[in-house]
């Protein structure tokens, strides 16, 4: 039986619940990046979609459907529904397996991982981008306003908490964190914790790869890189090309690009949740102490940065409702309890209470925030510098998130 007669849809696909033409549909996408299609997918495709694993044929498909909903979908129908798909390149197929084997080896080869969001998230030209990175300062659009360089504190800062969400939404948020790195004494390298949205294996996934920007390039640390790398014990380079279409350490490089052109990174993806914490607490506490060690080290000049945000609620986050208007101020009450622990660097109280109930609340940032706690712990406190939201559709949707600043406390020193 060829693999077109027994269709199945590939990983990293998501379905968004959206209206469409006056009617309830799902947003077909992919995750990961290899392909830009959107297909609209109305209710009644969903279940035929769900039966697209590889074990059911087209006829299996055919008669699932009928027994279900008691409607005939014609051959054709169905023959036309996975052409769209395999072209789409949604489908595990030959097509898709030799389109992703020449985009992970093009990627694998490149020293420079290329801009990916440019021209959606942010704007691509270097003067329009410049423009609005310096609006987010203003503090009429919520802003800190622009940094004092001149006058910069003596503060050793170690870390800081940076949202993830799209630009446009979050900025004024990112330009508290970049505020306080500019005026402070900033680290010459940054280690960027990115939340990893698709699976990461060994918790965590480096790349010794230069970011690019609109402003310039921002070089990677390779040296620091190969340090973690090598402490590790596991191989951290198993999921690099999930650094291709990933959003989270592209944005921060953006900031730093604009702010300290000068600054290195190290860009590390992280991932790991409720469900498989307690095989990864060891390795995730070992790899905090690692860079803890390189942070304050006094012969470095090294920082940490969690590109993070918190609360996910809504139906475009899978849960049943549209959220209430009460809902929305019970969740930065949440979120304040969180940061108020991760100010202290209370890292295992802070993934305790999300352990808790199993991550009720879809925080987006468990893995890089507790790395950085766990990182800082003892040795630093931080301060929350911004705690806002966005709606991100016509449901009501909404995320939330945060920037902070963590400074070295000279008390422990």
């Not at 039966?51 to 129908?77: A, C, F, H, P, V």
């Not at 965590?204 to 070089?219: C, M, N, Q, S």
């Amino acid at each position: 039986m060829s693999e077109s007669e027994n269709p199945k849809l590939r990983d990293g696909l998501e379905a968004i619940e959206v209206e469409h033409a006056g009617n309830r549909s799902y947003l077909l996408r992919d995750r990961q990046g290899f392909s830009p299609a959107q297909l609209v997918i109305p209710p009644q495709v969903v279940a035929i979609l769900i039966e697209m694993d590889g074990s059911n044929s087209l006829r299996d498909i055919q008669t699932g459907y009928m027994r279900k909903t008691g409607q005939l979908i014609y051959t054709e129908q169905l023959e036309e529904l996975v052409r769209t798909l395999d072209e789409s390149l949604f489908l595990d197929s030959p097509r898709f397996r030799n389109f992703a084997a020449e985009e992970i080896s093009a990627f694998m080869d490149n020293p420079v991982r290329k801009m990916f969001h440019a021209g959606r998230s942010y704007p691509e030209a270097a003067a329009e981008l410049k423009a609005e990175l310096t609006s987010f300062f203003s503090p009429e659009k919520g802003g800190p306003g622009i940094p004092e360089r001149s006058g910069a504190s003596t503060r050793k800062i170690v870390g800081l908490v940076a949202p993830h969400i799209d630009l446009k939404a979050g900025g004024s948020c990112f330009a508290h964190a970049y505020k306080a790195a500019a005026e402070s004494a900033a680290p010459r390298t940054w280690i960027v914790l990115g939340t990893g949205h698709d699976l990461v294996q060994n918790c965590y996934a480096l790349t010794r790869k230069d970011f690019e920007t609109p402003l310039g390039i921002v070089r990677c640390d390779t040296a620091i890189c190969d340090e973690l790398s090598i402490s590790a014990g596991r191989y951290l380079f198993a999921s690099e090309y999930n650094h291709r279409s990933e959003h989270t350490i592209e944005f921060q490089s953006v900031f730093l690009s604009f702010m300290q052109p000068e600054a290195r990174i190290v860009p590390v993806l992280c991932s790991f949740g409720s469900e498989d914490w307690s095989q990864c607490r060891d390795f995730a506490d070992a790899f905090a102490a690692k860079i803890s060690e390189i942070i304050f080290d006094e012969g470095r000049s090294v920082g940490v940065i969690a590109s993070v945000d918190l609360a996910h609620v809504g139906r475009r986050y899978d849960d049943p409702h549209r959220p209430a208007k009460e809902i929305l101020p019970w969740h930065m009450e949440q979120d304040a309890s969180l940061l108020a622990m991760l100010e202290k660097c209370k890292a295992a109280d802070f993934i305790d209470l999300i352990n808790s109930d199993g991550n009720s609340r879809k925080i987006c940032g468990t893995a890089p925030l507790y790395t950085l706690a766990k990182a800082l712990e003892g040795r630093a406190r931080g301060e929350t510098l911004k705690h806002d939201y966005s709606i991100v559709d016509n449901e009501d949707s909404f995320v939330t998130f945060a920037s902070m600043a963590f400074y070295e406390d000279e008390q422990v020193l």
